[in-house]
């Protein structure tokens, strides 16, 4: 697979990326941070430093309108310079994201731009609005979670706004280490033999 698209997401094990009430200020939500402190060995030979390597290396980023507002818009610059773009379901006038990000409405669209803009690198994407979007319409090749042992009970789930779809995943890689499990899956296309 060329350019594969391909979701970053940390999750707690009853499927939520964030504690309940994310918001300005409280960007992971009440306890949400805990979905994170496997990046404490971001820097390690290990499988989380191996696998935090790996992030940064993409060739472009795919993010939720609301993911790109809770970090700040990120300051135009997710990381190296690489091209953000946006997904969202408008644009309002006068709104013009700042450095390396730009606003596309059309899921397929974005998928193509982004493709375009990273080149043989992947596309890292963000945000669980922008994954199911590129789930439903069929433009995402993989999903890299970071599942942490912990029940959050509540708050921001990754997988709610899918419906009833079926959709199959063969799993490619899992990785081990301190507090995580790093599992990487390969998404099924429609009418693909599981």
Known sequence: ??????????MSLDGYIAGPDDRPGQELGRDGGRLFNWLDDRESEGPSGQVHREA???GALISGRRTFELAGRWQGDHHDGVQIFVLTHQVDDGD????HACFVTD???CARQARAAAGDRPVMVHGAGAAQALLRAGQLDEMEIHLVPVLLGDGRRLFDGLGGEHIELDLV????DRDVTHLRYRVHRSGEAA
């Open 1 to 10: 697979m060329s350019t594969p698209i391909r979701l970053y997401m940390s």
């Open 173 to 176: 890689r899992r990785l081990e």
């Open 107 to 109: 899921v397929e669209d």
């Open 96 to 99: 013009v994201p700042p450095g």
């Open 56 to 58: 940064p290396a993409t």
